[in-house]
Each structure stands twice: as structure tokens, then as C-alpha cells.
């Protein structure tokens, strides 16, 4: 106990009960302005190790219990603030820190010897004393962010110099009255317990393991719930992603790759906390997105189709023991999508600008229905030759999104789709001649009812044709039928697909004047009467049949500005008003460094 005195320091008073009486005695041999006074147990039987406060530094003192006299006493350097104190029967060790030569570790003997300092870098540090060996570590340290090599309990020779790793980490080291220790830690060997450390036959420190908590210091993990088998993302929108682990203290990255284009999806989980203790669950999901590469436009890339591998590593902060690391293998399927060339089942727009070069731009919609993202990705050049390009859906007969095209001569060339996000598009097929009669082109949806892809166009005398899909790579369009007249005050036609609910694929028709105008698809590649559905229509330059864009079951169209502003109109089912208000999106559909001439 203490209490003031008239040097401004206190009186340190020794209380005790003998025989129902208590007496009092105050400490001798410390100085009168000597304040604020800490016992530390961590000293040899018989005496109290004391930490105090003086006006030029702080001061360190040994008291014989049984007399009350201080035995030893020390001054530390002003500037240096203790952290921790120790005491043996031949030694004294403390650590302090200094705000210029950082953490330091001092020991002397016992007596009047001299101090050695010997800098031992930053944060604060424990010290024990065990024969010749003073040991040291950090508090704390199986709860750490950071790695640091001092977190493991270290012995060092105070006669050689020689260092000993004891434990990995360490919280609390008390004395035994056997002269040995009796640490609270943990290795990664061994696990948490407590550890008796005690002088072997030759001098040296020797750790056994006394008593165990039955939990590992390395970081493990207890269980997981991650990708496995086949997964349709046509009717899964989120992949559960989650691993237990023995501790907080974890950096955890989940790493997604499909396999034959090598792009990844990554996440890292970070949930720790200052002192947490205890197993941890990391939940994340993944939405079927890959992340963009480095150049690439947009927010992400829809994830493609095909083989995937999974790999977690869990990394322990605090860099005691090793990583944790798991793999394992899924694959990703969905159905085929009219307008999609990477395989990804988001539908794409094809652009090519004034240097011939052919771009995709990968459409991805996001589930908070906020904006649809583009990711673009360069095909190729040479695509100039052509004055008349049409992304047909499939029409080849196989399961993906072929491209129709026509050059300067009239031929019309078949490219089918590979299913490959790399190079979608196969070595061109000419089948056509004679097709520069037609001023406008369009395809994508079934007209006729048969399940199979058919394709419009209309010539200079405004007949509107009709071209039959067969499903046959070779011949892929049957004759022609004449369906309509009087198709030349058009300047854009549009085969949406089935809009409006009817029995088959619908056409959107623009005139002159911006009015935007409805052909209802009756089933036998004929349409019903012209509705009018909007005007305004003349402030784009494209628009796009790009299929279900928002994964709603319907048909969707895009309409890109002359800047490239694009809007999204979403397909209602319902005749009289067959597209829901335009939303922009924040990825323009803009093409480097050329304008585009064509946009499919």
C-alpha cells in the first residue's frame, strides 16, 4: 500500500495479519520521491519486485519481504519507459521503449554490474529470466495481424550470445519454486497448453509440454463449403463460398480459374480482430462473375461455361506456422443463348470500327437490376470487307451463336460459333450469292414456329422476305418467301424475338421520322398489323436484338446513341406496350479509336 510523504513521492507501507493482528511497516531504501508504484511477482521467493516512477526516469527495486529493506535498486535513463521487469537470484532484466533507439532489452547482474541494451525493434516485450538465459516475446501474439519474428519465445545466452526458439508464442511465464517455468503457449508441433521450461543436464533450456488445451496453434481448418459437382447458373445465381478455421487471425483468399481460358475470379477475406479468440467462419458467394483483366472495360466478365478449379489459401496473420491451402474441381453449364459468343450465357454486341477491327463487348447484368456492364474484348481485324453483318443466333445447326455476312460482291458467309470466349467464331462457310439486292438484314428469333432460326430482309422496292432456317451448316437458309411490301420507309428493322407474348418472334420497325413501330408474329412467318410503340427513336444510331439480358425469359433491345450512351429496353410480353421505359447503362458501347460502321 502506499501513501504520500512531504517529497511529493509516496511511502511504500508492507501490510500484513499475523495471529489476528495486522501491522504495518514502510519500506527502507527507496527514494523519497519515488511514486506510482507496480509489483511485479516475476522475482526470486522472499522478495517483490517493484516498478516506480521518479520526476527524471523511472526506477526498478528489490525488496526483502522479510525486512522490508530494498536489497537492489536501479535507475533507468530518462526518455526510456519500462514495459517489463524480471528478476533472478543472479540477475536483473527489464525492456523498455525509447522514441529514437526503439524496443530495448537490458539485463545486469545482480549487484552493481553494468546494464547491457541490446535493441530489439518495435511494440512491447516480456522478459523472463531462467539460470544464464533471458527470454523474451511478445504479448499477444497468437491474436496478431502481423508477422514478426519475436512473437516465438526466444532464449539467449548471456554467456555465449547463443539464441534458442522455446515456443512459438507465449502469453503468461511464472516462476515455479523449483527455479523453472511454467509458460502459457503454444507450438506448432505440439499445440496450445502449458509448457514447463527448465535447465536440461548441460545448462540449456528444455521445453515440455505439460499440460494441453487440446487446441493447435497452427491454424487449421474444420470444415468448408465450396463448388463441387455441376452447376447451372441458368437456375443458381449464388455459389456459397465458406471455410472454418481454428482462429480470427486469418487472411483468406478463395480463388476461382476456369480452366481453358485461365480467368480467375479472386476474393480475399480478411475477419479479424483485435483479441479475438476462437474458431472463425469466412462466408462469401460467388455470383458467376470472373474479374476483368488488366485494359479491359466495365465492372466484371459473366463467367463462362466449362471446367473449373477452386483453391483456398488461408494464411495465419500472425505467421505462426504455415499456410492452409485446398483445392478442388466444378464445372458450369447453361443453356444457349442467341446472342452470346463467349459462352458465358450474357448476350454480347459485335462492333466493328473504321479500321476493320472486331470487337466484343460481353454484357453482364447485374442481380440489383442497376446497370448492365460491358467487357470488351478485341476478335480480330479485317472485318471491313463486309457491308452487311447480322449475329443470326444459331443458325448452323450446332448449339452456338453463328454470325451472317455479306461482302461487296453479294456473297453471303456463314461463321460459326465455337463456343470458344478466345475465338468464337469458326472459319467463314460461303453460303449465298446475289444477296447485295437487300438493304436491310436482320435475324435472330424463330418466325415460323419450328424451333429453328429464320432471317429477314428487305430490297430497294420495299419487299419484305423471308428466309427459313433449316439448321444445316452447309445450307443453313431455305428459300426465299415473299411476306410484305411497302417496307421501304424503314431505315431499321429488328427481329426481337417474342416480345409482345404472341405465338412466335416478333419485328420492330423504325421510320423516318423516329416512331418506333411494333409487327406482331403470327406463327407462319407473317406478321399481324403494325402497332405503334414510341417515337424518338431517331436519337440512336443501333439497335440491338440481344436476347434475354436481364434473365427474365424475354427478349430484350438495346439502343446505342451516336456516343455510344446505351439504353436497355426490357421485354414486357404485353403487345400494346411491349417494352418497359429505357435505363442507361453506365458502359458505353464505344469503339477505340474508330467510330463504329457497324454495331450487331
Do not use: C
Amino acid at each position: 500500500m502506499t501513501a504520500g510523504n512531504s517529497a511529493g513521492g509516496d511511502d511504500l507501507r508492507l501490510v500484513s495479519m499475523r495471529d489476528g493482528k495486522v501491522t504495518e511497516r514502510t519500506v527502507t531504501g527507496l527514494p523519497p520521491s519515488a511514486a506510482d508504484f507496480f509489483v511485479d511477482g516475476d522475482s526470486s521467493q522472499g522478495t517483490a519486485l517493484l516498478r516506480y516512477f521518479m520526476p527524471d526516469g523511472e526506477g526498478i527495486a528489490l525488496v526483502d519481504l522479510a525486512s522490508g529493506a530494498v536489497v537492489e535498486s536501479r535507475d533507468t535513463p530518462g526518455g526510456y519507459t519500462l514495459t517489463d521487469v524480471t528478476a533472478s537470484e543472479t540477475h536483473i532484466a527489464w525492456t523498455d521503449i525509447n522514441s529514437i533507439s526503439g524496443v530495448g532489452l537490458s539485463v545486469a547482474p545482480r549487484g552493481s554490474g553494468e546494464a547491457q541494451r541490446t535493441a530489439v525493434g518495435g511494440g512491447k516485450l516480456n522478459v523472463d529470466l531462467l539460470g544464464d538465459w533471458v527470454l523474451y516475446s511478445r504479448k499477444g501474439s497468437r491474436t496478431a495481424n502481423y508477422a514478426d519474428p519475436l512473437h516465438a519465445l526466444t532464449a539467449r545466452s548471456l554467456k555465449t550470445g547463443t539464441t534458442l526458439k522455446l515456443l512459438d508464442h507465449s502469453w503468461t511465464i511464472l516462476p515455479t519454486p523449483d527455479g523453472a517455468l511454467l509458460a502459457e503457449g503454444g507450438t506448432v508441433e505440439h499445440g496450445e497448453g502449458l509448457y514447463r521450461i527448465a535447465l536440461g543436464a548441460d545448462g540449456t533450456p528444455v521445453v515440455t509440454l505439460a499440460a494441453s488445451t487440446g487446441e493447435p496453434t497452427a491454424l487449421t481448418l474444420l470444415g468448408s463449403k465450396l463448388p463441387s459437382g455441376v452447376i447451372d447458373l441458368d437456375k443458381t445465381r449464388t455459389v456459397p463460398l465458406e471455410a472454418s478455421f481454428s482462429r480470427h487471425n486469418v487472411r483468406l483468399v478463395f480463388e476461382l480459374t476456369h480452366v481453358a481460358s485461365q480467368r480467375r475470379m479472386v476474393r480475399v477475406q480478411v475477419p479479424y480482430s483485435t483479441g479475438a479468440e476462437g474458431p472463425v467462419t469466412i462466408s462469401t458467394s460467388w455470383d458467376g462473375r470472373l474479374d476483368l483483366q488488366q485494359g479491359e472495360l466495365g465492372e466484371f466478365l459473366a463467367a463462362y461455361n466449362g471446367d473449373y478449379t477452386w483453391r483456398i489459401q488461408a494464411t495465419p496473420m500472425n505467421g505462426i506456422g504455415p499456410a492452409v491451402e485446398r483445392t478442388g474441381a466444378f464445372s458450369v453449364v447453361r443453356s444457349a443463348k442467341p446472342h452470346d459468343f463467349s459462352d458465358n450465357g450474357s448476350p454480347d454486341a459485335l462492333g466493328i470500327d473504321s479500321t476493320g477491327q472486331l470487337t466484343r463487348y460481353d454484357t453482364a447484368y447485374r442481380f440489383d437490376g442497376l446497370h448492365y456492364w460491358t467487357a470488351r474484348t478485341g476478335l480480330g481485324t479485317g472485318w471491313q470487307i463486309y457491308d452487311r453483318l447480322v449475329a443470326a443466333g444459331n443458325v448452323g445447326g450446332t448449339a452456338q451463336a453463328d454470325v451472317l455476312a455479306r461482302d461487296r460482291s453479294g456473297a453471303l458467309w456463314l461463321y460459326e460459333g465455337t463456343g470458344k470466349p478466345g475465338q468464337p467464331l469458326a472459319s467463314r462457310k460461303k453460303v449465298g450469292t446475289g444477296w447485295q439486292i437487300y438493304n436491310r438484314i436482320t435475324s435472330g428469333g424463330d418466325l415460323t414456329g419450328d424451333g429453328k432460326v429464320d432471317l429477314l430482309a428487305t430490297d430497294a422496292a420495299g419487299a419484305l422476305w423471308l428466309y427459313k432456317g433449316t439448321g444445316s451448316a452447309t445450307a443453313p437458309l431455305a428459300y426465299r418467301v415473299k411476306v410484305g411490301h411497302g417496307w421501304g420507309m424503314y431505315n431499321k428493322i429488328v427481329a426481337t424475338g417474342n416480345i409482345a407474348g404472341g405465338p412466335a418472334g416478333d419485328l420492330v420497325a423504325r421510320d423516318a421520322s423516329g416512331v418506333l413501330w411494333l409487327y406482331p408474329g403470327t406463327g407462319n412467318g407473317t406478321f399481324g398489323s403494325r402497332l405503334r410503340i414510341g417515337s424518338g427513336w431517331g436519337a440512336f444510331a443501333h439497335l440491338l436484338s440481344v436476347g434475354d439480358a436481364n434473365r427474365d425469359g424475354r427478349p430484350d433491345l438495346f439502343a446505342v446513341r451516336p456516343d455510344g450512351i446505351t439504353y436497355v429496353y426490357e421485354a414486357t410480353g404485353n403487345q400494346l406496350a411491349p417494352f418497359k421505359a429505357g435505363r442507361t447503362t453506365i458502359s458505353r458501347l464505344r469503339p477505340t479509336p474508330g467510330e463504329f460502321t457497324q454495331l450487331f
